[in-house]
């Protein structure tokens, strides 16, 4: 017999950001595992087909902007569950972070309809967290994630540091069942850039947009100072190379590349779509760009494991952080510190091929979606009645 569980997300599709790609992947795929899966989300101005979402998606307004926690969202999900508890029987509750209203009613819903709970970290609450931690709001997350460790069945986290940081602290078993990328979303990726003169590199998405930190904004004040170097020392120029950005872009990117006097090469374009951003970045691109978040040893860029399946050499930013072993086992590139000397020395060793590339298509799969849901699906069967 299949189980049925509420998957709870603050982020679904018609949305689109970098937080849906998790729950769309449960959301399809754990059907396949004998598992049902109704979710709990937010209002879209889109919708599924209809053969997908009607009785299957259940939507409520949410608060623009919030960045912690919807009380408004997290009292109407809470109500929408005991108005469908007569007609929707659940096996398990599953919540998904971020946001912190996800957690905190899925504990609730727990106590409600006595049945297990499982919390999953996709970033850190109040590790290495994403969030504005003001006094105010890191006490409160502070005695909401120890709620949570209380109240929940399971805890899974999406990467090694955080499950190791997250056990040690509460002492208690975390599942790490890794974020991925969709083998769909590759679909378009047909053909590739033919080797020229010159050498450009990409990068999806913006440095700044999601970690506008201190630490990383001197990090990238290193690396647009180490293009300088470069540049000044007469190793790259329009002529022979090429960094581009594709996304959403903060003032602060723009203004150093302006800064440093490097827009002759440095290119800003508009956000697309994944499946056509992987296809153009395939047949455009020579390389990939990835960038960590110093210190942070358990935070993984999503973006990073669809690069390591795009067959494209990485120049990594991120040694010391979730991301470095990433692609050291993949094979799939380079890393190097985030000092200024650590990157000009870096950058010159890519740009002359002076890494390893040789993609292990084995570690690449176990960050298939396809295989990840499949480990979800055996945390929900092993707490289910």
């Not at 960045?67 to 109500?79: G, V």
């Not at 109040?126 to 709001?137: A, H, Q």
């Not at 293009?227 to 581009?244: H, Y």
């Not at 003032?251 to 499946?275: H, S, V």
Request: charged share 25%; aromatic share 10%.
């Amino acid at each position: 017999m299949s189980k049925h569980i509420l998957l709870l997300t603050y982020y679904f599709p018609p949305m689109r950001n970098g937080g849906v790609g998790r729950p769309w992947s449960l959301f399809r795929r754990l059907p396949d595992q004998g598992i049902d899966v109704t979710v709990l989300t937010t209002e879209a101005n889109e919708s599924l087909p209809p053969e997908l979402e009607k009785g299957r998606v259940l939507r409520l307004p949410y608060t623009p902007g919030t960045c912690y926690r919807d009380h408004k969202w997290e009292k109407e999900a809470f109500s929408a569950v005991l108005s469908h508890k007569k007609d929707k029987k659940f096996d398990c509750v599953y919540g998904t972070f971020p946001l912190a209203s996800t957690l905190a009613a899925a504990s609730k819903i727990k106590r409600e309809l006595g049945i297990p709970f499982i919390a999953e970290f996709r970033d850190g609450l109040t590790i290495e967290s994403l969030l504005p931690m003001y006094e105010k709001i890191r006490k409160q997350a502070e005695a909401l994630e120890a709620d949570i460790f209380r109240e929940a069945d399971r805890i899974v986290a999406v990467t090694s540091g955080a499950a190791e940081m997250y056990a040690g602290k509460y002492g208690r078993p975390v599942h790490r069942i890794y974020n991925g990328f969709d083998p769909e979303d590759f679909r378009l990726v047909r053909k590739r850039k033919a080797q020229g003169s010159r050498h450009d590199m990409v990068l999806f998405g913006s440095i700044l947009a999601s970690r506008s930190t201190k630490k990383r904004i001197h990090s990238y004040v290193n690396f647009m100072g180490a293009l300088k170097v470069l540049k000044e020392k007469g190793l790259i120029n329009k002529e022979n190379f090429s960094l581009s950005f594709i996304g959403r872009s903060v003032p602060d990117e723009r203004d150093l590349a302006k800064q440093f006097k490097l827009t002759e090469f440095i290119n800003f374009f508009a956000p697309m779509p994944k499946e056509e951003g992987l296809a153009w970045m395939a047949s455009s691109f020579d390389s990939l760009l990835e960038y960590g978040s110093p210190g942070d040893n358990s935070v993984i860029c999503g973006k990073l494991l669809e690069y390591i399946n795009l067959g494209m050499p990485i120049f990594g930013v991120c040694k010391g952080s979730g991301s470095e072993d990433i692609i050291l086992r993949t094979r799939t590139g380079m890393v190097c510190g985030f000092g200024l000397e650590d990157v000009a020395n870096g950058l010159i060793l890519f740009l002359q091929g002076d890494y390893h590339f040789d993609p292990n298509r084995e570690e690449i799969e176990k960050f298939n979606r396809v295989r990840l849901t499949a480990q979800v699906a055996e945390v929900i069967k092993a707490v289910c009645p």
